[in-house]
């Protein structure tokens, strides 16, 4: 009887070992596949993960399609309406020289009137003027025909001439040019931008040693129009803006591609 019992504690003792062992094993191939996915997925992520980011340029020089011309004349007197009709007389001129020279009376645009009563400013300053107002009447010349606004703009020494005084703004250039026919390159302008960033893409690649992938992700930027002049001062602040009837349109993309 105590040898029956005996046989059987050491069956179960054996039945025990062989359970942890299997389960040992068990433990053993389940890490173990663990950390086979966790390296492969880890590989995968790294090679996915690097990417190159370069930019593409494009600059293309066009011609301004729209000139827009202000011309000030200005008259001062101690009598407003005396100084009203000189303005109006002054206008007609101006109008007719216009004319005469090419431009149709619509792209003429009567613009604002400003008055200025030196004796009611409430600043003073003025207790010593020789006359009280000055009349200051905006005409503006809105064409497509840049070349001729542009030739025209040259011979207002006519009007001199004739009596009339030309007033310029200090603060803007009289006349500025305008290119607005932007969507008409924007297409083209872009895949050119496009391929040479892929061409500096393929250069990076076979100069570093490895393969160029997909494409992941591309951003256009802004596109800039500027004066081809100031294009050369390097986008001097203080240069005039639109006063040149050049432009040189800008833009630039940035593309990430995969690599190998």
Known sequence: MLIQL????????????????L???????????????IGRSIEKFRNEDR?????????????ADLAVWSISCRAASNDLVEGAK?????????????????????????????VNDRLANEYGGYDNVNFRYVIVKVLQVRSTNVDR????????????????????NDYTNNLQ??????????????????????????TFANESGVKLGKLKRASQGLF????????????????????????????VISVEYSIK
């Open 224 to 251: 800039s129009i500027v004066d081809r002049d100031q294009s050369l001062q390097g986008g001097d602040a203080y240069a005039d803006i639109n006063a040149d009837i050049m432009k040189k349109v800008r833009v």
């Open 51 to 63: 990417t190159i980011l370069v930019k593409g340029f494009v600059e293309r020089e066009v011609k």
């Open 149 to 168: 606004v542009q030739e025209v703009s040259r011979l207002t020494d006519e009007l001199v001439r004739a009596g009339v005084v030309i007033s310029k």
């Open 86 to 114: 000189r303005i109006e007389q002054d206008l007609r001129k101006i109008v007719d020289f216009l004319i005469s020279k090419g431009i149709s009376r619509e792209e003429i645009i009567n613009r604002e009137i400003r």
């Open 177 to 202: 040019y305008y290119f607005t026919k932007l969507n008409e390159i924007k297409p083209q302008m872009l895949t050119e931008a496009t391929q040479n960033a892929k061409e500096a893409a393929i």
């Open 23 to 37: 389960l040992s094993l068990s433990l053993i191939a389940a890490f173990g596949l663990g950390g086979y996915l």
């Open 6 to 21: 005996t046989l059987r504690k050491v069956k179960a003792l054996a039945m025990k070992k062989s359970d942890i062992i």
